[in-house]
T-cell receptor, first 112, second 114 residues
């Protein structure tokens, strides 16, 4: 099943903070986060692993609550370059590896 | 180093024609994935390979869609008898293939069926 992201869209002023959430109806052992700028390919930000530490990418950090099957992305002191659509991806495991199911995305716009 | 390369970048075809979309993954990447992405939506899984073996094709919409990766490197996604609803961005991604290795996406092929 597709993970659910919220909010669907956020508009910020430069320097403001935002939180993007990702929830799954199934048990998770990891969550991936990607950012896609307009007209470009999604780019990997970070992976949160079960039992792992909170991760950071520049001033973007993320947490993973295994019990709640949720992950949150924290964008602190947002910069213009943070604008884009953020996707969480959750893995489906089979015998031979894994593939990601992505959420619908959260569109973030940072204004000067 | 070179990233994931997809061709053509844009493809316009008439309804009923067959199309072949090509993906050249990052050298050394074991796993190759095909996704489809509608405007404003997240990537939707189609199929994936480890080396030349197709591991999961559960996301292929119907039997008009097929994919191959015969030598474990370049992959081709083929859509037969295209329909207007097939119009979308088709993205390829590759990864090192171990449990949590990140996906590296290509720039995609924008398919338009008229």
């Amino acid at each position: 099943q597709q993970p659910v992201q919220s909010p669907q869209a956020v508009i910020l002023r430069e320097g403001e903070d935002a939180v993007i959430n990702c929830s799954s109806s199934k048990a998770l052992y990891s969550v991936h986060w990607y950012r896609q700028k307009h007209g470009e390919a999604p780019v990997f930000l970070m992976i949160l692993l079960k039992g792992g530490e909170q991760m950071r990418h520049e001033k973007i950090s993320a947490s993973f609550n295994e019990k709640k099957q949720q992950s949150s992305l924290y964008l602190t002191a947002s910069q213009l370059s943070y604008s884009g659509t953020y996707f969480c991806g959750t893995p489906e495991i089979n015998n031979a590896g894994n593939m990601l199911t992505f959420g619908g995305g959260t569109r973030l716009m940072v204004k000067p | 180093g070179a990233g994931v390369s997809q061709s053509p970048r844009y493809k316009v075809t008439k309804r009923g024609q067959d199309v072949a979309l090509r993906c050249d993954p990052i050298s050394g990447h074991v796993s190759l994935y095909w996704y489809r992405q509608a405007l404003g939506q997240g990537p939707e899984f189609l199929t994936y390979f480890n080396y030349e073996a197709q591991q999961d094709k559960s996301g292929l919409p119907n039997d008009r869609f097929s994919a191959e990766r015969p030598e474990g490197s370049i992959s081709t996604l083929t859509i037969q008898r295209t329909e207007q609803r097939d119009s979308a961005m088709y993205r390829c991604a590759s990864s090192l293939g171990y449990g949590d290795s990140p996906l590296h996406f290509g720039n995609g092929t924008r398919l338009t069926v008229t």
